[in-house]
């Protein structure tokens, strides 16, 4: 059991320590400030000491509160931090990041890390970070075509790229346009283009169809609590990124299902 529970345990601790620094990116990229640099209170500017960085631990010791003025801090820090490390234990039972298919982890984990600073800046902001989804959307497509060239036909994976992003760049394009801003954002447009080039055709498809489901049935949950109101909105990065990674998870096993269900 212990052989079991040990290397678990550190990719939580390794996921967490990139959660960390996850918090550093989402916060920098609002400010528009320089990635570089100590960490600093938000309240009292005070640059915080190693012992008080430690991922979720030092929140929990300091009770929420910076040592120094007392002022609180945001639930994020800790949410972020743990989630990072639960979805690099996903991602590590999926591919094993000490055995042969560790690249496969850590570009799984890197697509995680990176959804969920998106996802957080949509969450308490409203802002999609276009650097992040455009280096997302870069490194993905560079993966696809680097498994494509030593494993599979390189001239389809181009194919299915092209007419992934073109297809998403479509769809979400139109109904910003037509609804001038209101039905969707400009940056769900890049979010669409990033989905492409890490997907490709028909995937990005399937990511395009779970996002409205996953996106119609949290709306209506918020609606019937009361958490939402009619007209307000609603981040969608949140629904996307289930979208996109349930495509990538279960893509296989959803165009089979569709492929039996419709031919």
Not at 32 to 42: A, V
Not at 214 to 235: D, E, I, Q, W, Y
């Amino acid at each position: 059991m212990i052989e079991f529970i040990a290397p678990l345990l550190f990719v939580f601790l390794l996921g967490a320590c990139f959660g960390s620094f996850a918090n550093v990116v989402v916060i920098r990229l609002h400010e528009m400030s320089s990635l570089f640099g100590r960490s600093r209170c938000m309240s009292c500017q005070r640059k915080l000491r190693p012992k008080h960085m430690v991922p979720v631990f030092s929140w929990l010791m300091l009770g929420g509160k910076c040592a120094d003025c007392g002022a609180k801090i945001h639930f994020q820090y800790p949410l972020v931090e743990f989630a990072a490390g639960a979805l690099a234990v996903v991602t590590a039972l999926r591919a094993n990041p000490f055995g042969a298919n560790f690249a496969q982890f850590y570009f799984e984990l890197f697509l995680l890390l990176a959804l969920l600073i998106i996802v957080v800046m949509d969450f308490r902001w409203k802002e999609l970070p276009v650097e992040i989804m455009a280096a997302v959307g870069l490194i993905g497509v560079g993966w696809r075509i680097g498994n494509a060239f030593f494993f599979g036909n390189l001239q389809m994976t181009a194919y299915q790229t092209v007419i992934g992003v073109a297809i998403a760049v479509i769809f979400f394009g139109c109904q910003w346009f037509f609804s001038r801003g209101r039905w969707l954002g400009s940056g769900d447009v890049w979010f669409g283009a990033m989905m492409g080039l890490v997907l490709g055709w028909p995937e990005t498809g399937i990511a395009i169809y779970l996002a409205y489901i996953f996106g119609g049935v949290g709306v209506a949950a918020l609606f019937v609590l009361g958490v939402v109101k009619k007209g307000s909105r609603v981040p969608f990065a949140p629904a996307l990124a289930l979208g996109l990674v349930s495509a990538i998870w279960f893509g296989d096993a959803i165009r089979n299902w569709l492929g039996a269900l419709f031919l």
